[in-house]
């Protein structure tokens, strides 16, 4: 049971983060006063948003999916890799800047979170545990 738990968890990490990071590419269909509010996104960020910082984003992306699959399979170091770039995302959040964000980034967002630490609590703290090698 708590394997089939481990991998929902899984799923909706990685699906919710994919949805969150390019949930931005849609806010050119939304009307012009939700853009212009969107446009405020980041500001007074530590680190701007450039390609160097989108391209770095895009890989930690890519990390963490890639290894909360690898923890889905219960391999150890996949899930000690997963809680550092989920430690990491919370810690770099200041720097980030101003957040503005839909209620469907916002949801996507929460979820994301949400499904990151029950992965990691399932995958440390219940009878899962004991599958990893």
């Known amino acids: 049971m708590e394997l089939r738990v481990l991998r929902i968890c899984g799923v909706v990490s990685i699906v919710s983060y994919c949805g969150w990071w390019f949930l931005p590419y849609t806010y050119e269909y939304m009307n012009q006063d939700i853009q212009s509010l969107l446009s405020y996104g980041n500001y007074g960020a530590i680190l701007p948003e450039s390609k160097p910082v989108l391209l770095f984003g895009l890989f930690i992306l890519l990390a963490t999916n890639i290894a909360a699959f690898g923890t889905m399979l219960c391999r150890k170091a996949f899930r000690s890799a997963y809680a550092i770039l989920v430690f990491l ?3 770099t959040v200041p720097l980030w800047g101003m957040s503005v964000e839909t209620a469907g980034g916002a949801f996507l967002g929460y979820v994301a979170s949400l ?9 440390y703290y219940s ?7």
């Open 89 to 91: 995302s919370v810690v």
């Open 115 to 123: 499904s990151s630490g029950a992965l990691l609590a399932v995958s």
């Open 127 to 133: 009878k899962a545990s004991n599958a990893f090698h």
